[in-house]
């Protein structure tokens, strides 16, 4: 069995972007609408965590995967994530700051949503339509997916 990575984060976070990006597909915005199990990514739509109901989908996916990774984007001034969030997890959470080369980002201001969200982890500074951050991030997840069961 394949391993996966669970991305989470806020409607238009960039999460199916970064996937695209990633996975080396064309770069076609979609809206997720339900959770996506194809390839290596379990890619969740914003609403599951911008709905706090819905939070147990999210920690129940979590348990299906290798690593959690928890989108924020820098142009967001508020934060999607509830304090100390990533604990719910038994997994790996690493942040990931997208959309950084827009004129309105904040990286550090996302950074401290990230870390008050409990991620403890390392944070990537990303923007999938420039390609920054995207090499050494996928690196980071070609290391975590061929890793045995």
């Known amino acids: 069995m394949k391993k996966k990575i669970l ?9 199916t972007t970064l996937k695209q990006k990633l996975l080396n597909q064309s770069l ?9 199990f194809s390839s290596i990514f379990i890619d969740c739509p914003g609403e599951y965590l911008e709905i706090p109901r819905h939070y147990h989908v999210l920690i129940n996916a979590g348990m299906g995967a290798a ?11 508020n934060c999607p994530y509830p304090p100390k ?27 401290a949503h990230l870390r008050k969200a409990g991620i403890v982890g390392p944070i990537y500074l990303v923007s999938a339509q420039e390609g920054i951050g995207i090499e ?14």
């Open 85 to 111: 969030f990533a604990l719910a997890f038994r997994k790996p959470v690493i942040g990931i700051i997208s959309k950084i080369d827009h004129p309105e980002a904040n990286p550090k201001l996302a950074e």
């Open 67 to 77: 690593e959690v990774w928890a989108l924020h984007d820098a142009t967001r001034g």
């Open 136 to 149: 050494e991030l996928a690196l980071h997840m070609s290391r975590l997916t061929n890793l045995s069961n």
């Open 28 to 36: 076609v915005y979609l809206k997720t609408q339900a959770m996506d």
């Open 7 to 15: 991305l989470i984060g806020g409607i238009g976070a960039g999460k």
